[in-house]
Nanobody, 124 residues
Framework: QVQLVESGGGLVQAGGSLRLSCAASGGTVSSSAMGWFRQAPGKEREFVTAIWSGGRTYYADSVKGRFTISRDNAKNTAYLQMNSLKPEDTAVYYC??????????????????WGQGTQVTVSS
């Protein structure tokens, strides 16, 4: 059973940057798509970004040009570099892996493994 652990969240001022990490253990995710979702208070969990094993990436329109997803397959780890952060980016950020249907990468139910989340708070 793959376990995902996120780190790197915190409090940052608007315009600042954070880098999240997602370390996988208990199995390899090197051949699996990985992604990040986020959930703000009172809202549904929403897609942020995904990366295929070969490096192809997808982004939600709300973060395009500001966020960058990457991965190090040798380390079984994915990263999310977040720049130009806005108060509306405040949420719990969840790492996910093992996408079952590549046509549904924005659908949280299409992924098998989830981390426990890390809080990102952007102050205005």
């Amino acid at each position: 059973q793959v376990q995902l652990v996120e780190s790197g969240g915190g409090l940052v001022q608007a315009g600042g940057s954070l880098r999240l990490s997602c370390a996988a253990s208990g199995g390899t995710v090197s051949s699996s798509a990985m992604g990040w979702f986020r959930q703000a208070p009172g809202k549904e969990r929403e897609f942020v970004t995904a990366i295929w094993s070969g490096g192809r990436t997808y982004y939600a329109d709300s973060v395009k040009g500001r966020f960058t997803i990457s991965r190090d397959n040798a380390k079984n780890t994915a990263y999310l570099q977040m720049n130009s952060l806005k108060p509306e980016d405040t949420a719990v950020y969840y790492c996910t892996a093992h996408l079952r249907d590549y046509n549904r990468y924005v659908d949280r139910t299409a992924y098998d493994y989830w981390g426990q989340g890390t809080q990102v708070t952007v102050s205005s």
